[in-house]
Nanobody, 124 residues
């Protein structure tokens, strides 16, 4: 089992950057596939990015491709989401998720463990 704690959210102007962190506690973090999802007010939770447990393969949603980058540091039990060129449509609660599946999923049903979320607000 793994516990996840996100940090790094906040208020930023359009065009700005933020880096989210997700610290994992528990055993064998390096064996987990990690992902980021987000949920805007009044909308369903949507996939943002995922990364295999080796860190060798990443995938980003079209809406964030070229602007966001997922990465991980297994030595620190932490996964990151670097967010650049933010726009107001990126506003929402960002969640870190983990699962022991071998093939990452873009569906939130594919992840067993979730953090509590961190708020990102982008002003125009």
């Amino acid at each position: 089992q793994v516990q996840l704690l996100e940090s790094g959210g906040g208020l930023v102007q359009a065009g700005g950057s933020l880096r989210l962190s997700c610290a994992a506690s528990g055993r064998s973090f390096s064996w987990y596939t990690m992902a980021w999802f987000r949920q805007a007010p009044g909308k369903e939770r949507e996939f943002v990015a995922h990364m295999t447990w080796t860190g060798g393969n990443t995938y980003h949603a079209d809406s964030v491709k070229g602007r966001f980058t997922i990465s991980r540091d297994n030595a620190k039990n932490t996964v990151y989401l670097q967010m650049n060129s933010l726009n107001p449509e990126d506003t929402g609660v960002y969640y870190c998720a983990a699962d022991q599946r071998f093939i990452p999923s873009t569906s939130d049903t594919g992840y067993m463990y979730w953090g509590q979320g961190t708020q990102v607000t982008v002003s125009s």
